[in-house]
């Protein structure tokens, strides 16, 4: 079952000195994340109110109501913020949220088990699955293709896989 919170961003610390916080968005319109509030930590802290005030690199500048110092912000610095899967957009049939596809049990077309996705990248070219092998050692960087990866079945917690050859 889905959870009822994706992560949709993370704080980088403060921007300034008077309670600004440099924002990092994950959302495929990074100025989206101020529409889903309320936002909240991992330890159930709730930000009602987002306000993004500029672009800077690697993100925003960003007032966040309940954050008012240097100190405040530098202290939630790594924070994972999650907003209420309600609020985001519905996705398309070949559309996946990275957090739908952790721990999915990942095998090639003959049905023999790869392992289960450990987590979701993005390096620019293209999406890849780090997939954690079922007897340990190395994860295996899978290219989030058509191709590669024909099908992905949420609801059935698994994936199916036609990795390139030689890459299992």
Do not use: W
């Amino acid at each position: 079952m889905a959870s009822e919170r994706v992560i949709v961003g993370s704080l980088a610390g403060a921007f300034g000195v008077k309670g600004e916080v440099r924002l990092k968005s994950y959302c495929a319109d990074p100025a989206a994340i101020a529409t889903y509030t309320p936002l909240s930590t991992e330890d159930g802290r709730l930000f009602r109110v987002v306000v993004l005030t500029g672009q800077i690199p690697n993100g925003f500048a960003a007032r966040i109501e309940g954050i008012d110092s240097k100190e405040e912000a530098d202290a939630l610095r790594g924070a994972a913020l999650y907003a209420l899967r309600a609020r985001l957009p519905h996705l398309a049939d070949d559309e996946y949220y990275h957090a739908d596809l952790i721990g999915l049990a990942v095998s090639d077309t003959g049905g023999t088990p790869l392992g289960r996705v450990k987590a979701v990248l993005n390096h620019g070219a293209t999406d890849l699955l780090e997939i954690a092998r079922p007897e340990g050692g190395e994860t295996v960087l899978l290219p989030f293709t058509l191709a590669a990866v024909p099908t992905v079945d949420i609801a059935s917690g698994r994936i199916v896989a036609d990795p390139p050859d030689g890459l299992f």
